[in-house]
């Protein structure tokens, strides 16, 4: 033992020296916005300030990053326009006609009775001042001017590229390699409407395909007492149809080998019992493979694997299922907790703007949601029927934009038919790049009468590799 | 001299608990990098089931422990950071009972220099390291902890860290019991071209014995070991017996820096078709000591039962340990079912064979034989919808055996059988959106007939405030063996604690 370890430690020396030496020095920097950022320029509470204009993305991405990511805007909007077969803004006014831009109080509620009617059940419950159970009421909301939406000048090139090429089976379930890049189903219609918009958000780039993201997340009690407070960080890989960041297509040859579809890790700063927690997953495309979960529990200071389909258990002390994250994540197989999908509305709605500025706050009193804007989107109304009576919900209703395929809210049913858990997000929106990220969101568990309200800053990070999402995060950054 | 510590100690806790420490607790940025400070503040309890009749028990209260920890990294660059741990513990009981008549008379009050402050520096510097990332290689340097295995609850390939289990079994925090050391580890990341084979993953791990600390196992007499002194009877006579003592214990340590205590890791890591593979190999010294009695007449007390108590002279030395292994862990998709609920298992699976282990034996000398010690768990999510509509109860079993190759056939390894066996079971839910967590763990030693069971539920008020009431039952069918001889310490266990972060 004594000369092995002599050897071993003059090895170690060695080369420690040498990688030292040789070391091209520290890997490319990782531009990102801190977190001491993201508070500085938006505190939790009573805060009006506009980060995404104080924090815009040309502010966080080296320029010639920038300049590859941004694109013609009228381009985009002309294509865009071409691909779905109308403009928003053509398809709006036609309910209550009478709510005009302007900014409208509940004091409003009994002079414009079509706000009841423009907003879904859920959302016009919450147009009231803040107050118990939940956070998030409104009491005050100004309407703009609808605006036309568009993804990224190379999604919308994807799309056209591989127009009509996407196929549904029988059944309504997508055989994958029909599937290149781009939305799928951009004018959804025919016998499997309604999967088609699924696929259109199974599918579409809402989360960008290299994305960085902060996470700030409160809890609140039935009587609106602060419960819980986490901050993660996330990072996240598109592996299949990448179509604006490079490379194209499959990320890699594994990806593709495996049927990979994403990746994504994320690491706990807050609260203390989750202060140095890392989860990795990675999503496939087969029918029958299931997530694979890894997570470093800081406590054990171990990698563990976590079953895949664990996917219905509450996240710890939020509202949300990790079925539920991102507003809906469930992976869609007839193997495993089918729906029935049924389209039960196509009407326009008031629902929370896109934002451009971030300007939106809770309030501590009453943990009022202020400075909200609404628009008038035109929307599906998705209902999804879950044919397993063992899952969580018995039925899920998604509201969802016509224009981007985006779920602005999802309202879960349990097996019972009561409203268990809802989840409502403000998306930011960011022009020149057609590109968008959640922002702030509601989740509401209407049978445990606990809530969660979040602010989410997320941006592009072409540095996202491999490495940011999988075993290598789990080590490195755990604790 | 204890006053002087107990006034330093409710200085540094008065100091640290005011409201200016929560400022410690968030994410700053320093030089545009982040900083995370997070810690907790937790006041334990315990209170003996049993009456104090018995020598080893003592009635009523039998800990009060404050635990102080606050932890924080900061990167430096995005491939370099620093991660620093300290902790501060107290047993307030020792206080509390200085005066009491059975506390003195049974020697309890004499375990106050091993239990009543962890204040050496490696008990108060938790962790000190620094992880360096460039490329596709990573090196932590500093006091840290290296985790090997798969097993809850017992250890088997996880043989580096020492363990602090001095006070016993009751509820104690993960920090309080492993014990980090000063270790030098390596991992190399290579990105292989198969893609049945993911991320592959090499790793050293030098312990260079910059300062040897064993394991701080349960010590045998009151006068040591405290409240969880367990109940050992030797026979003097026909009829008489004495209780066994703390030991006068001759105890050779590999010193600070010589290669003798000097200790190498090796492990690669990768993950074969969902399934977490690794391979390991540790040359080192074992963590526990192995001792044999001296032919010299024994140091003894009286109990106040009017038994005798020995205190066996003994020398002793931490043997070599070498061993090589294997762990696995898969999540088994095709075991899922609907009925239950639809969640596959996780099985965990560990297990090594070490060459030429020392043992103890009952004729007072010392062998070497090799073993191999094995477990197997699952971890297992189902619906029992009448037991908990709305939560999966998380069902946890695991299986350990120890096999001694060779086994002597005219005499006994003490403590050990030829073939040694252990279960686990952990059943666990949560109500109240994650707030109320009940659990049972059970942990029956089948060679010894033995069980600890542990009854507990855990409150999260909120994050920050968290509140914990247990009960732990402790029980054994052969006398002087497994958990028997901590029979008499059933307890019922409170804990608050504050966490900042």
């Known amino acids: ?479 | 001299m204890p006053c002087r510590k107990a006034f330093l100690t409710i200085l540094i806790l008065y100091v640290l608990a005011t409201p200016g420490l929560s400022a410690l607790a968030e994410t700053y940025s320093v030089n545009d990098r982040p900083l995370n400070l997070v810690g907790y503040l937790t006041q334990g309890s315990a209170f003996s089931l049993s009456n104090g009749k018995y020598y080893d028990t003592e009635a009523g209260w039998q800990s009060a422990i404050t635990t102080l920890l606050i932890e924080g990294d900061y990167r430096f660059t995005d491939n370099l950071k620093v991660y620093g741990a300290g902790m501060f513990l107290v047993d307030w009981i020792y206080d509390a009972k200085s005066d009491a008549g059975s506390w003195n008379d049974k020697l309890f009050s004499r375990s106050r220099s091993e239990l009543y402050m962890d204040d050496r520096y490696w008990q108060m510097l938790k962790e000190a390291h620094v992880t360096w990332t460039p490329g596709n290689f990573l090196f932590r340097l500093g006091k840290q902890i290296v985790s090997w295995g798969e097993t809850d609850g017992f250890r088997l390939m996880d043989q580096i860290n020492p363990l602090d289990q001095r006070r016993g079994f009751a509820d104690v925090e993960f920090e309080s019991t492993i014990i980090p050391i000063w270790l030098i580890r390596t991992e190399y990341h290579t990105d292989v071209p198969w893609n049945w084979l993911t991320d592959l993953r090499f790793e050293a791990v030098l312990n260079p014995n910059a300062d040897f600390i064993p394991n701080q196992p349960i010590k045998l007499g009151n006068d040591q070991g405290g409240i969880w002194a367990p109940n050992i009877l030797v026979p003097l006579g026909p009829d008489t017996r004495a209780y066994l003592g703390s030991p006068d214990l001759d105890l050779r340590k590999p010193s600070a820096w010589s290669p003798d205590g000097m200790e190498l890791g090796l492990r690669i890591r990768g993950t074969i078709q969902d399934s977490i593979i690794t391979l390991n190999y540790f040359k080192g010294i074992d963590n526990d000591y192995v001792a044999t009695s001296l032919p010299i007449q024994p140091r003894t007390d009286v109990a106040p039962d009017g038994r005798l108590v020995i205190h066996p002279a003994m020398k002793g030395y931490y043997p070599d340990l070498q061993f090589a292994g294997i762990t696995f862990s898969r999540d088994l998709q095709s075991v899922q079912s609907s009925f239950l609920g639809g969640v596959a298992p996780v099985v965990r699976m560990e297990g090594f064979y070490a060459f030429d282990s020392t043992f103890a034996n009952d004729i007072n000398a010392l062998e070497k034989h090799n073993e191999l010690r094995w477990s197997l768990g699952l971890d297992w999510k189902v619906k029992i919808s009448w037991l908990n509509p709305r939560a999966f109860v998380a069902i946890s079993p695991q299986f350990y055996h120890r096999k001694i190759i060779d086994y002597p056939s005219d005499h006994e390894l003490t403590g050990l059988d030829a073939d040694n066996y252990m279960t686990t079971l952990m059943v666990k839910t949560s109500y109240l959106n994650g707030k109320l967590t009940p659990s049972i763990f059970w942990m029956r030693d089948v060679t010894t007939q033995s069980d600890m069971y542990r009854y507990q539920i855990d409150y999260q008020y909120t994050n920050n405030w968290i509140f914990k009431i247990g009960a732990l039952v402790l029980d054994g069918n052969i006398e002087g063996k497994g958990f028997q001889v901590f029979e008499h310490k059933d307890q019922v266990y409170f804990s608050v604690s504050y966490r900042w972060g």
């Open chain 1, 1 to 479: 033992m004594k000369n092995n370890s002599r050897i071993m430690a003059a090895l170690l020396v060695t080369g420690l020296t040498l990688v030292f030496l040789t070391s091209p020095g520290l890997t490319e920097e990782e531009y990102r916005l801190t977190f001491d950022q993201f508070e500085q320029a938006k505190a939790f509470y009573d805060d009006p300030r506009p980060i995404l204009k104080e924090w815009p993305w040309k502010r966080i991405l080296p320029a010639e990053v920038y300049r590859k990511l941004t694109y013609d805007k009228t381009a985009m909007k002309n294509g865009w326009a071409e691909l779905v077969g109308f403009r928003a803004p053509e398809l709006v006014n036609r309910i209550a006609p009478e709510i005009k831009p302007g900014k409208y109080s509940c004091a409003d509620k009994e002079k414009y009775p079509g706000l009841k009617e423009l907003m879904w059940p859920t959302m016009y419950e919450r147009f009231k001042p803040g107050g118990p159970p939940y956070p998030g009421n409104f009491s005050a909301f100004e309407v703009v001017p609808t605006k036309q939406y568009y993804p990224a000048m190379p999604i919308i090139a994807a799309t056209m590229k591989h127009l009509d090429q996407a196929k549904l089976d029988d059944q309504g379930y997508l055989i994958e390699n029909t599937y290149t890049a781009g939305l799928p189903f951009p004018q959804p219609g025919g016998k499997h409407k309604p999967q088609q918009i699924v696929y259109n958000w199974v599918k579409g780039y809402l989360s960008l395909e290299n994305l960085y993201m902060l996470q700030q997340l409160k809890g609140y009690t039935a009587g609106l007492k602060e419960d819980f407070d986490s901050k993660a960080v996330y990072w996240a890989l598109r592996l299949q149809a990448r179509a604006y960041m490079a490379p194209d297509g499959w990320y890699d040859p594994r990806s593709q080998a495996n049927g990979e579809v994403k990746a994504f890790a994320m690491q706990y700063l807050t609260p203390r019992d989750l202060y140095g927690n890392v989860i990795t997953a990675t999503m496939y495309q087969g029918w029958n493979d299931y997530d694979q979960f890894m997570i470093y529990l800081a406590a054990l200071r171990r990698v563990r694997k976590l079953s895949g389909t664990d996917t219905q258990d509450a996240v710890a002390g939020m509202d949300v299922i990790y079925e539920d994250s991102g507003m809906w994540s469930q992976k869609i197989t007839p193997e495993k907790h089918p729906y029935r999908y049924n389209i039960i509305a196509d009407r326009e709605y008031l629902v929370p703007a896109y934002t451009e500025d971030g300007a939106e706050y809770l309030g501590k009193h009453g943990l009022e949601w202020h400075n909200l804007k609404f628009e008038r989107r035109p929307c599906y109304v998705l209902e999804m029927t879950q044919l397993d009576k063992s899952y969580v919900y018995g039925k899920r209703i998604a509201y969802i934009d016509k224009e981007t395929f985006h779920i602005l809210e999802i309202d879960n049913y349990d097996q019972k038919g009561r409203l268990y858990r809802t989840q409502t997000t403000i998306w930011a929106w960011h022009p020149e790049f057609g590109s968008y990220g959640m922002w702030q969101t509601l989740l509401i568990d209407h049978l445990d009468q606990h809530a969660t309200w979040g602010m989410v800053y997320g941006h592009p990070a072409t540095w996202i590799n491999r490495k940011h999402v999988g075993m290598r995060q789990l080590i490195e950054t755990g604790k």
